[in-house]
C-alpha cells in the first residue's frame, strides 16, 4: 500500500508539491498524468526515497522511503524519463536488468 499524507515539496522559493494526498491499495492500478512541470517526476522520486520531502508522511507498506530506500526501490517501479543507459535493450531486457540489480526476482 501506498499512503501520502500532506506532502509538499519546495525547491527554494518554488513550490513543487502542495499538500498532496493519496491512498494506492496494493494490487491496485494508478496512472499519474499531467503536464510537463506539474509535479509528477517529483512525487515519483519523493516515493523512492531519491528526494526527501519539505513536510508530510510517505509510507510504501508501512516504510518510510527516506529510511529504507533500497526496500522500497524493490517494490515500486520507476522508470525515469530519460533514462539514456542501455539504449539496446528493448523495454523488457531493461526492466529485467534493473531486477536483477536490485534483487529482484524475473
Do not use: C, Q
Not at 55 to 60: A, S
Request: aromatic letters at 8%.
Amino acid at each position: 500500500m501506498i499512503s501520502i499524507h500532506d506532502l509538499w515539496k519546495d525547491y527554494n522559493s518554488k513550490t513543487a508539491l502542495r499538500g498532496i494526498d493519496l491512498e494506492i491499495e496494493e494490487g491496485e492500478i494508478f496512472g499519474l498524468l499531467g503536464p510537463n512541470g506539474s509535479g509528477k517526476s517529483t512525487l515519483m522520486k519523493t516515493l523512492i526515497g531519491i528526494t526527501k520531502p519539505t513536510k508530510g508522511k510517505v509510507r510504501v507498506n508501512d516504510m518510510d522511503p527516506s529510511e529504507s530506500e533500497t526496500e522500497v526501490k524493490k517494490m515500486v517501479g520507476y522508470v525515469p524519463e530519460s533514462p539514456h543507459l542501455y539504449e539496446s535493450l528493448s523495454p523488457r531486457e531493461f526492466f529485467e536488468f534493473i531486477g536483477s540489480v536490485r534483487g529482484v526476482p524475473t
